[in-house]
């Protein structure tokens, strides 16, 4: 069974930086693709971004283009995302997830396990 952890959030002004972090245990992540996903209180879980472990592909949501970054390291197991130029509409609770490879990875039906998330909390 493969389990995820994120960390990283916190309370940052508009216009800060955050790091969050996922780390995987259990399996390695090798086998899948991974996706960060963003919830906001009363709203649904909407996609961030994603990057394939084959090949390292990214894609993000047009809101954060330019302002996010996903990444990965292998031998920590590990996939991470750069938050900058952050923006109060940016608040959520953010959640790692990882999909079997081949999958629509904007799509939060087609992920197999989910981290149990962290708050970005993101004052104006």
């Known amino acids: 069974q493969l389990q995820l952890v994120e960390s990283g959030g916190g309370l940052v002004q508009a216009g800060g930086s955050l790091r969050l972090s996922c780390v995987g245990s259990?399996?390695?992540?090798?086998?899948?693709?991974m996706g960060w996903f963003r919830q906001a209180p009363g709203k649904e879980r909407d996609f961030v971004a994603s990057?394939?472990?084959?090949?390292?592909?990214?894609d993000y949501t047009d809101s954060v283009k330019g302002r996010f970054t996903i990444s990965r390291d292998i031998a920590k197991n590990t996939v991470y995302l750069q938050m900058n130029s952050l923006k109060p509409e940016d608040t959520a609770v953010y959640s790692c997830?990882?999909?079997?490879?081949?999958?629509?990875?904007?799509?939060?039906?087609?992920?197999?396990?989910w981290g149990q998330g962290t708050q970005v909390t993101v004052s104006s």
């Open positions: 997830a990882a999909s079997p490879t081949g999958r629509n990875l904007r799509n939060r039906y087609d992920y197999a396990y």
């Open positions: 259990g399996r390695t992540l090798r086998n899948y693709d």
């Open positions: 990057i394939t472990w084959s090949d390292g592909s990214t």
